[in-house]
T-cell receptor
Framework: AQSVTQLDSHVSVSEGTPVLLRCNYS??????LFWYVQHPNKGLQLLLK????ATLVKGINGFEAEFKKSETSFHLTKPSAHMSDAAEYFC?????????????WGLGTSLAVNP | GAGVSQSPSNKVTEKGKDVELRCDPI?????LYWYRQSLGQGLEFLIY????????KSGLPSDRFSAERTGGSVSTLTIQRTQQEDSAVYLC?????????????FGPGTRLLVL
């Protein structure tokens, strides 16, 4: 069965320092993996996705994530945090077996960026 | 072009009443998804529509929940005899074909409060 674990419910960084949001997944087959961001009072927005191409995926706003099959991880990183990055981040997995169309969502990581 | 829209944006109802939530997907998108996001939780899959195929209702939490999609476009999620535990943000998403790895585009959600 698929599952997603976001290892930190809250992360706090200073502006200009690196961001690391951790995600581990469990999937029976080759998965698709996504990171979504949800700013306060705004809709969910896709940051980036992995779909079996390059293992290092670059997304919007300077974020990137690396798919590591051996570690079953898909951690989200950014070299330098900006105040506008403060939001809730969700790691999502979809098993690509058969007709499975459901996305399995992590519980989210709340990112705070301090001046 | 216009994104996914949902109405109403907020709904307050009394326990036991029925509610209808509406979703207008992006024009041309054949796949439509409903999710529920409870406070402090990740997204919970409810139901998935793909073209003219039978919907995947496996995520509906009880028989009080139902959804339909008329003409392959607009969808309505109905909750009968609402309970306080139904209070959540209900999110609709659409994608072009519903294939693996495809990006889902989310609406702003309907915030439901059951008193």
């Amino acid at each position: 069965a698929q599952s997603v674990t976001q290892l930190d419910s809250h992360v706090s960084v200073s502006e200009g320092t690196p961001v690391l949001l951790r995600c581990n997944y469990s999937s029976s087959y080759s998965p698709s993996l996504f990171w979504y961001v949800q700013h306060p009072n705004k809709g969910l927005q896709l940051l980036l996705k992995y779909t079996s191409a390059a293992t290092l995926v670059k997304g919007i706003n300077g974020f990137e994530a690396e798919f590591k099959k051996s570690e079953t991880s898909f951690h989200l990183t950014k070299p330098s945090a900006h105040m506008s990055d403060a939001a809730e981040y969700f790691c999502v997995v979809r098993d690509n077996a058969g007709n499975n169309r459901k996305l399995i969502w992590g519980l989210g990581t709340s990112l705070a960026v301090n001046p | 072009g216009a994104g996914v829209s949902q109405s109403p944006s907020n709904k307050v109802t009394e326990k036991g009443k029925d509610v209808e939530l509406r979703c207008d997907p992006i024009s041309g998108h054949t796949a439509l998804y409903w999710y529920r996001q409870s406070l402090g939780q990740g997204l919970e899959f409810l139901i998935y529509f793909q073209g003219n195929s039978a919907p995947d209702k496996s995520g509906l939490p009880s028989d009080r929940f139902s959804a339909e999609r008329t003409g392959g476009s607009v969808s309505t999620l109905t909750i009968q005899r609402t309970q306080q535990e139904d209070s959540a943000v209900y999110l609709c998403a659409s994608s072009f074909q519903g294939t693996a790895g495809e990006t889902q585009y989310f609406g702003p959600g309907t915030r439901l409060l059951v008193l």
